[in-house]
């Protein structure tokens, strides 16, 4: 049987047993999050539904304006979800960093994945295109939520023994590069424990969703070693540019330490 299994409505309906099992264990334990679970659930089964429609359209047009726009749209919702996601004030000098970051990183990595690696025609082919974008900014963007939660945390909490290492002449390059580099570590280690796991302890979904619609498993495979590798460089990038330009921002000109800014 090589055709995917169509799930009908009522299969549908009948998965979401699953919340009510999850409710009824958090009203027992009485932690108070049925309300979350509920909004959660239905935005995003509107969610998923609406974006149904939406690639649905898009990919019966293919059309390079459409694939262009669905991305600007996905890295705005990234580096919004970024900012929300982060405990505390981001000056506007880190937001901007984290922005030019994602951008960056994700669209350096897109392309060269999808124009060298799978060498995609046409380039902007949205069945391929945007699947794939939204897996490597979707990790990005957890990647660099991290690590701008470290590196805040990490000045922070640290900023006596920086401004003490400023004082004997430490560059700020120096006096951070510590924290910078928890940050890096707290940012990539989902993303290697990942690869750890994957294929032993669980398949991926890309995969999964190639194999449940008829793909051999051996080119399934194939296509998420590949994807696997994209993830990784996209998010490395991602992260070593914002932690090289991020820590600079907690300084002013005359480097000193300047967390208030």
């Known amino acids: 049987m090589n055709e995917i299994m169509d799930l009908q409505l009522y299969q549908l309906l009948a998965a979401y047993i699953f919340i009510l099992i999850l409710l009824a264990i958090v009203r027992l ?23 149904g429609y939406l690639l649905n359209y898009v990919f019966d047009q293919n059309n390079y304006l459409f694939t262009l726009l669905i991305i ?14 982060v405990t505390g004030k981001i000056n506007t000098n880190l937001k901007l960093v984290i922005a030019v970051a994602m951008l960056s990183g994700t669209l350096i990595s897109i392309f060269f994945f999808l124009v060298v690696v799978i060498n995609l025609k046409p380039w902007y082919y949205s069945r391929y295109f945007i699947p ?7 990790n990005s963007m957890t990647g660099i939520s991290l690590g701008v939660q470290r590196l805040i945390s990490g000045i922070k909490e640290q900023q006596d023994q920086i401004r003490a290492a400023l004082m004997l002449g430490v560059t700020p390059e120096r006096a951070t590069e510590k ?41 399934a495979i194939r296509y998420q070693i590949a994807i696997m590798m994209g993830i990784t460089g996209s998010v490395s990038l991602t992260i070593i540019i914002f932690i090289h330009l991020g820590y600079k921002t907690f300084f002013n000109d005359r480097a000193q330490l300047d967390i208030e800014n």
């Open 29 to 51: 334990r009485n932690l108070d999050h049925e309300r979350e679970i509920i909004i959660a659930t239905i935005r995003m089964t509107i969610q998923l539904v609406l974006v």
């Open 72 to 85: 600007i749209i996905m890295e705005s919702f990234a580096i919004y979800n970024i900012y929300q996601r």
């Open 132 to 138: 794939i974008s939204g897996m490597l900014i979707g």
């Open 179 to 219: 924290i910078v580099n928890q940050a890096f570590s707290s940012a990539i280690l989902p993303t290697i424990n990942s690869m750890m796991g994957m294929g032993i302890v669980f398949l991926p979904g890309m995969m999964t969703g190639q194999i449940l619609s008829g793909v051999s498993p051996l080119v």
